[in-house]
């Protein structure tokens, strides 16, 4: 039992949860931790002791759990999303007082947060949505922190969030007040929606080095881990060099070989796909890594299909022209990058597009420095997006920022090159296919969606603009194409 009250409290003790409470414990401010489970509890308290004997301290009664709490309390949840966290809520609101507040740390969507927001107003509480990036080793060592909410309530923990967060030398601890309502929760689902384009992108260069370039798992961790000195660092690729050097511990060969090609999601970058849609951003990369992840669930489907176009000449790969190894993956280097940039330019512009919406104020540039550490998409570019948002705030995409619209530039014949590789061979590579899309429309002054407000115009009287006019125009396209045919 504390001796004394405690400096904040943890409910919620699975893995992530577990790991949260051990780092705030470890930079030195004793906490409370309470789960329903109590063999969790239990469990938690013992790692503390055997991690160093840390100053955490466990309850199996939430009445007790919320009284060890020094006052004005602070109490983060990291449960379920959904209903578990309302009926966590309910549960502690139960012994809570008036200034004591509440921070959701899971992946929470963001109108929910703003829900709870109000109604725990009513009682006197405050709340923060907080959306923590880093995964289980993040948590436990230093994650990337995304709080939105009451500013009051950051207020009462930002010294502790500025020690448990990551740490990077040269721009500070991960983390920021991100905004009012549920901004925190939002920015962090669209995190994980450049994290799912992310993902695609790699997964498709590791598709077209293998199937085309015909390297080895060796040859390709050697690639990833070359990359991975370069503009290209990052967390995800230095994971991805490491998958393909670890060696099947149940058989031969390599386990990376032996994973079931069938990705699971829990949500997130579904949201930020809709999101996109209700703002009218486009955000095709994204979207393009959430329908590869639906198709890649058709296992049992695409196993028959593979066997019907087999039958009818179409094997896996539809050419295998000899390719130089070395030139290939220069190639898909530059792909890969210049993907990226299409990626992260898209969800940026979706995050803009909501805190105008909503009057959040959101800073682009202090975003991209709280993801240089602790998230998964922690990447040495993120340094080069923080300085152009610092360059410009009012940037309207990263693609007309002049350092990368230059490093696009120079990249884009190699990035054709894969893509037409690609097609030509029969492998699908939509996350690259559609961001090379989305730049080369964003770089038209001139689109054919002319042609296409015709057709509206034509069928459902939707009016047009004229280049050389201004105002809205009405044509009767049936009656001049019938007099003409007479």
């Not at 703003?114 to 109604?119: G, L, N, P, Q």
């Not at 979207?287 to 066997?307: H, I, M, T, Y």
Request: charged residues 25%; proline residues 4%.
């Amino acid at each position: 039992m504390a001796q004394t009250p405690t400096r904040i409290g943890l409910a919620g003790l699975a893995v992530m949860g577990q790991n949260l409470a051990l780092n705030i414990a470890e930079k030195g401010f004793p906490i409370s931790v309470y789960n329903r489970t109590a063999s969790k509890v239990d469990e938690t308290v013992e790692r503390a002791k055997v991690e160093g004997n840390l100053p955490l301290f466990g309850f199996h009664h939430p009445e007790a759990f919320v009284h060890s709490i020094q006052k004005p309390r602070v109490i983060i949840m990291l449960v379920k999303a959904g209903s578990p966290v309302d009926q966590t809520i309910q549960t502690l609101s139960v012994y809570l007082e008036k200034g004591d507040c509440i921070i959701d740390g899971g992946n929470e969507w963001y109108e929910n947060t703003e829900r709870r927001e109000k109604a725990v107003a009513e009682k006197g509480f405050l709340y923060l949505g907080m959306g923590v990036s880093g995964g289980e080793e993040g948590a436990r060592n230093g994650p990337s922190l995304m709080p939105g909410g009451s500013f009051e309530a950051y207020k009462y923990i930002e010294d502790i969030l500025l020690k448990v967060a990551a740490q990077v030398p040269d721009s500070g601890p991960c983390v920021t007040y991100i905004g009012k309502g549920g901004s925190g929760n939002f920015v962090k689902m669209v995190h994980n929606g450049i994290e799912y384009g992310d993902m695609q992108l790699i997964a498709e260069a590791y598709d077209v080095l293998k199937s085309v370039g015909k390297l080895t798992n060796e040859e390709l961790k050697n690639v990833f881990e070359e990359w991975n000195k370069g503009e290209l660092l990052s967390f995800l690729i230095e994971i991805t060099a490491d998958i393909f050097g670890i060696k099947d511990d149940k058989g031969d060969g390599y386990l990376v070989d032996k994973v079931l090609d069938k990705t699971g999601m829990k949500g997130t970058g579904k949201w930020t796909v809709q999101q996109a849609a209700d703002l009218s951003v486009a955000a095709p990369t994204i979207a393009a890594s959430l329908d590869s992840r639906f198709l890649s669930g058709l296992k049992e489907e695409r196993v028959q299909a593979a066997k019907v176009f087999k039958e009818g000449g179409f094997g896996d790969i539809l050419t295998s022209p000899p390719v130089n190894k070395e030139k290939l993956i220069h190639d898909v280097r530059q792909a890969l990058y210049a993907s990226k940039i299409c990626s992260y330019a898209q969800g940026m512009n979706l995050i803009r597009a909501k805190s105008n919406e909503k009057g959040w104020d959101l800073k682009l540039g202090e975003l991209a420095r709280i993801w240089k550490g602790g998230c998964i998409i922690r990447a040495i570019f993120l340094d080069r997006i923080k300085k152009a948002y610092d360059r410009n705030p009012e940037l309207s995409n990263l693609l007309v920022d002049p350092e990368f619209a230059t490093e696009i530039i120079e990249r884009q014949s190699a990035w054709r090159r894969v893509v037409c590789l690609a097609i030509n061979s029969g492998i699908s590579t939509p996350g690259m296919s559609t961001s090379l899309a989305y730049f080369d429309t964003y770089r038209r002054e001139r689109l054919p969606a002319n042609l296409v407000q015709s057709q509206r115009d034509y069928f459902g009287a939707h009016t047009y603009e004229r280049t050389d006019v201004p105002g809205s125009f009405h044509t009767e396209w049936f009656k001049i194409a019938r007099q003409s045919k007479i």
